[in-house]
Each structure stands twice: as C-alpha cells, then as structure tokens.
C-alpha cells in the first residue's frame, strides 16, 4: 500500500510577550566561540553551490550566472547565482500579482506566524549564519552577530507591529455608525537591499513588506545574494506559500531597472548609494502605460556622519566611541562616523588618542575574528584608495592610508586617519564608504554644529559633551534622523532607534519603528450606518 505523505500544517503563532532585542552573542565565552569555529568549518563546506531563480515556486536557470566570492579570499567561490534579466521581470511581477490575489487576504495571524517561524528557525542557526556572513561580505563575528540578531529584531517587531496595526480604530465612533480604519496592503513591491547589512536590511524590508499583506520581487546585490537565498530557505520552511517572494538576483541596470518601472510596481524598498536610490526614485515617478497608481518609493541612501567632540566631553569616551563608529565593519555602514568635528581645546589631544587606538587595530581574515575585515570588493578598494590620495593633499595622515598585502590578495585596506581637513573638503563632503576617518577642528561649539550639518546628507550624528546645554542645541539643531548623545553613532537597536535619514539620506523611513508598517499599507476607512 501506497505512504501519503500529508502536507504541513502550520499553526498560528503569536508573538510571546512583549518585543526585546536578541543578546549579542558574547564570544569571549570558549564555548560560543567553538560554536563559531565550528559554523566555520561547516559553512566552509557548503560554499561554491548554485543557487536557481524562484519565481512563484519554481526554480531556474539562465545562462548568464554571478559569483559571490569572499572579499578575503578573492578565490574563494560562495555563491554561484543566475543572473535574472530583463525578460525574467514580467515573469516575477506575474508570479508575484497571482500570489497577491490570495494574499492580501490571508488572516494577518498566518502573516506574522510565518515571520515568527522564521525568527525561530534563525535564532536556532545563528552561528551558520554568523559564517555565511563573514565569508560572503567580510564580517568579523561581532560585526556577524549584530547583523543575526537584528534581522532576528526585525521578524520580532514587525510581527507585533502587524497586529497592532489590524487592530486600529479611528479617532471616534460617529454617532449612529459604525467607523473603521483599515490597513491594506499596496500589492506588488520591489525589494533592493544594499550588501552591507546584506542579511537584517534584506529581511527587514522583505517582511515588512509580506507581513503587510504584500507580495516581492527580491533582487539582492550581487555581491551578497547567497545570504539572501539562505533566508528565501527559511521562509519556504517556515510556511512562505510559492510566488510570495521571488527570488531573483540581476543587474541593476537591466532587470532592477525594469521591475522598477513596470507598470504593475506598485512600491520600492531600497537601501544603496544616493545616486542609485535618486535613479530609482525618478523612474518611479514616470508613470508607464496601464499604470494607476503613483508608485510609492521607500528609500534609505546613505551619509556622511559626524560626531561632534566638544571641549569638555569625557576624552576616553569620544576616543572610543569615534573609533569604534569609523572602523567597523571597515567603515562600511551608512551610519559610520566619516567625520570627527572636535573643539580646539581638545584637537591635538584627541587625535593622538585616536592615532594610539588605530594602531592597536587589527586588519586580517574575519575568519579569524580580526578587528577589521576586508572591503567588500575591487572596486571598493580602487575607490578608497583614490579618496585616501585625495585626502592626503588634503590633510595631515595621521594613522594608516596603504592597502594591506596578503597571500590570498584580498582586499584589505588599512584604517586611515586624515586631520587638518577643511568643512569643504572633499573628503569632508563625499561618501566614500571606507574605513577613512576625516578629523576637522571647530573653532567652538557654535561652529561644530555649523560644520556637522554641512553636507547634503542627514542620516546619523553623535555629540560628545557633559554640558545638558549644548546636547539639548543638539536635539533643536543637528539635522539628521538619528542622533546619539554621548555614544557611537552606529549600532541602531530596533524598537529603541528607529532608522532613517533626512535630505540625501532618504525619505527618512524609519526602519524598526512604529510607523514604518504604514509605509507598505495604505488606509481604507469604511463607515457603516445600520438598516
């Protein structure tokens, strides 16, 4: 007799209690170090797979493939990926409307149970993702780590962020009807994240989206659409029904381009570079024939942050704080300290401190748990040493400025300090994405605000000072969505910082906090009188 293999069933699951972030995990401890070795040695395993398309279910191949290396080991196949192309982009958005025809209707406890399924599902593989992490994008394994357990946040919080958001009311009951406020989903999105945060934002601004009722098209970068499949794993196995997201790697310029402007986008969510995410934007705007809508545009594009040192701020403190914002991740975050803006008092001082900590870092294979990894690219490295060039005519090199050789030819760049750097300077104004630390000095407080919102970004700053006067100036006068008193102006917790920027930084969509849901809905109000 014949074994029928009945499908699984996936019981709601509501979220336990009330939102806290997921500890970091402490690696100092011999056994979640082992732990990591281990997840190493088995991920090291693993790489070199190929991974197919996923549109609506089903999966393929094209001719035309990336490869996903290790920025450590150039050499060092991770991925081997499909290139999705123009012709590709009709199939997704088809794939992705059939499944929207049933999913904007599904119970939004089924939604945020797949988003939970998925937390658990993560949380249990952490430490393999930590790895897939440090070989795909260079990732030591606190940088790994922070990168795990926000997209572990991101599952968390939007799950209980959809539940409040199906229970809203309006402001008043009218009398003699019955008044609602319901959020519905938009339909068809563009996802584009950026390779620096390649798992959290990744996942981040995919749930938002699906948990909303909304169905995706998912075009990773392409120098980390391993981890991407990885996670497009974990949905499938936590209960994501076919053509919810497509999984579709590819160019920008050729298949990006075209679900972006296809008539059928009804909204794109992308994190990158202000010159593509401003490209995006502007094509959006076109409406294309068949279109009735206005495509709404959710965009995060970078910075150039700066934290201000004031003269009485604690010395130790702003050291380690600017240090610890500038060479993470080797300078490779939206939200990396670029500029240290520091009062005259404190100017010399504070950049032999600097140099001191700078030469206590170390550069090498995050493999090894090194505290700065490689650039993520060629291109990256070739971009940054031209802007060290640049900075070196004009400033004073204090700490670093050479790429460093390895065996292996990865591509590694020292930690670059630059001092003596003009509010107008290139380096001072240009996003450069690097592990290069720009040092200007302000004549007083007054002109270190003057200087700190000088650029045309708005994205992250910091003030170091133990005068309340000057850091409530702060809160009236530094012009960027999130500013940190007293701390590094990286490391944004979901639930407690809220993400997204002003002016060139993006449309200021606050990522991991309350209101960002509503940027995936759209509100239908319906009114009720009784017969």
Not at 35 to 48: C, I, N, P, S
């Amino acid at each position: 007799m014949a074994t029928i293999t009945l499908p699984t069933v996936i019981l709601p699951r509501s979220p336990k209690g009330e939102f806290k972030n997921e500890p970091f995990v402490d690696f100092s401890k011999h056994d979640n170090a082992h732990a990591m070795k281990e997840a190493l040695t088995r991920v090291g395993d693993m790489l070199g797979h190929e991974y197919e398309l996923i549109i609506g279910g089903e999966r393929l191949r094209t001719s035309g493939k990336i490869e996903s290396r290790n920025p450590a080991r150039p050499v060092q196949i991770v991925g081997i990926h499909q290139k999705a192309g123009a012709e590709h982009a009709e199939q997704a958005i088809q794939a992705a409307l059939q499944a929207f025809a049933t999913w904007q209707y599904a119970p939004v406890e089924e939604r945020v149970s797949l988003l939970l399924n998925a937390a658990e599902i993560i949380r249990a593989r952490k430490f393999e993702f930590c790895a897939w992490l440090t070989y795909e994008v260079g990732k030591n394994w606190a940088e790994a780590d922070a990168d795990v357990a926000e997209t572990i946040d991101f599952l968390e919080f939007y799950s209980r962020e959809a539940l409040r958001l199906a229970g809203s009311t309006t402001p008043i009951q009218y009398p003699g009807e019955r008044n609602q406020l319901i959020y519905i989903p938009l339909g068809v999105g563009a996802v584009i994240p950026p390779w620096n945060f390649p798992f959290a934002i990744m996942a981040g601004m995919t749930t938002a989206a699906i948990v909303t009722g909304n169905t995706v098209v998912l075009k990773p970068s392409s120098d980390s659409p391993t981890i991407a499949a990885r996670f497009v794993d974990v949905l499938e196995e936590a209960g994501l029904p076919p053509g919810v997201v497509n999984f579709c790697p590819g160019s920008g310029a050729t298949f990006g381009n075209a679900v972006v402007e296809h008539p059928k986008t009804r909204f794109i969510a992308f994190t990158g570079s202000k010159e593509v995410g401003l490209d995006i934007h502007e094509r959006a705007a076109k409406t294309q024939p068949g279109q009735i809508w206005i495509k709404r545009t959710v965009l995060e594009m970078g910075g150039k942050d700066s934290i201000v040192v004031s003269a009485d701020a604690d010395l130790d403190q702003a050291v380690e704080g600017v240090v610890a914002a500038a060479f993470g991740f080797s300078g490779q975050k939206c939200s990396a300290c670029s500029r240290a803006i520091v009062e005259e008092p404190l100017y010399d001082v504070f950049i032999e401190r600097v140099r001191e900590r700078v030469e206590g870092l170390t550069v090498g294979d995050p493999a090894a748990n090194a505290n700065m990894g490689p650039v993520v690219n060629e291109g990256a490295l070739k971009t940054i040493v031209h802007y060290i060039a640049i900075g070196k005519k004009e400033g004073r090199l204090i700490a670093g400025g050479e790429i460093v050789d390895t065996p292996e030819k990865g591509y590694f760049v020292e930690p670059t300090v630059i001092a003596d750097i003009a509010p107008d300077a290139r380096i001072s104004q240009e996003e450069i994405f690097g592990p290069v630390l720009a040092i200007l000095k302000a004549q007083n407080y007054d002109d270190a605000l003057a200087i700190a919102n000088n650029t045309e970004f708005g994205l992250t700053g910091a003030v170091y000072s133990s005068d309340p006067q000057k850091l409530e100036r702060a809160r009236r006068e530094f012009h960027v969505g999130n500013l940190y008193l007293n701390r590094k102006c990286t490391g944004a917790m979901v639930g407690a910082h809220p993400f997204g920027g002003f002016n060139m930084s993006g449309t200021d969509s606050k990522a991991g906090g309350p209101d960002y849901l509503y940027l995936f809905s759209q509100a239908k109000s319906v009114a009720e009188k009784p017969r």
